[in-house]
């Protein structure tokens, strides 16, 4: 089966810092992925769609400038939280899919900003 | 805008016996997709059941089923001979061609087995 991976499973970082996260189709080239946020007890809401080798397109209400996607390679998405703050902490998950209707989920990550 | 709705925050059944969770979603769009998703406190989601709209026969995985009723909009996730490892949060979402295959996702029902 299609395996995503996220790396790492755990952050914590002080405020201000930057921090990345990525996100890897294992066995499986990934053209679109996509960026989730989920707060404790909550649903995910999507953050971003990242397409290789273009810009990625962010939904309303989410800074462009603070969370950077780049998604270089057709198995590689990352997410760079810049100028970390308390309130950005959360659960981040991204998905990879297959085909335009069947998306993999990876492990998830959990930023902690201190 | 495609809404979903999971009425029931929060459910338990006993071990061995069914339990159905509720899901109902709005859309203008006639071609879509249905899915419900399975997140254990190890918080990896995982895909349970998948529906196609233009499908009338209600999809089966094993002790997961589905009742899709289309015209009412409803699409609830039906779990047969309970087991402890169903214990998980459930999130019913939806997609479509004309939301660029975003999913939506439902705000979830934490369902509780119980031994």
């Known amino acids: 089966g299609a395996v995503v991976s996220q790396h790492p499973s755990r952050v914590i970082c002080k405020s201000g810092t930057s921090v990345k996260i990525e996100c890897r189709s294992l066995d499986f080239q990934a053209t679109t992925m996509f960026w989730y946020r989920q707060f404790p007890k909550k649903s995910l809401m999507l953050m971003a769609t990242?397409?290789?080798?273009?810009?990625?397109?962010?939904e309303q209400g989410v800074e462009k400038d603070k969370f950077l996607i780049n998604h270089a390679s057709l198995t590689l998405s990352t997410l760079t939280v810049t100028s970390a703050h308390p309130e950005d902490s959360s659960f981040y998950i991204c998905?990879?899919?297959?085909?335009?209707?069947?998306?993999?989920f990876g492990p998830g990550t959990r930023l902690t900003v201190l | 805008a495609q809404t979903v709705t999971q009425s029931q925050p929060e459910m338990s059944v006993q071990e061995a016996e069914t339990v159905t969770l509720s899901c109902t979603y709005d859309t203008s769009e006639s071609n879509y997709y249905l899915f419900w998703y399975k997140q254990p406190p190890s918080r990896q989601m995982i895909l349970v059941i998948r529906?196609?709209?233009?499908?009338?026969q209600n999809a089966t995985e094993n002790r997961f089923s589905v009742n899709f009723q289309k015209a009412a909009k409803s699409f609830s996730l039906k779990i047969s001979d309970s087991q402890l490892g169903d214990t998980a949060m459930y999130f019913c979402a939806f997609m479509t061609s004309g939301s660029n295959y975003k999913l939506t996702f439902g705000k979830g029902t934490l369902l509780t087995v119980n031994p």
């Open positions: 990242s397409n290789e080798g273009s810009k990625a397109t962010y």
């Open positions: 998905s990879a899919e297959t085909t335009p209707d069947t998306q993999y």
């Open positions: 529906q196609e709209a233009y499908k009338q």
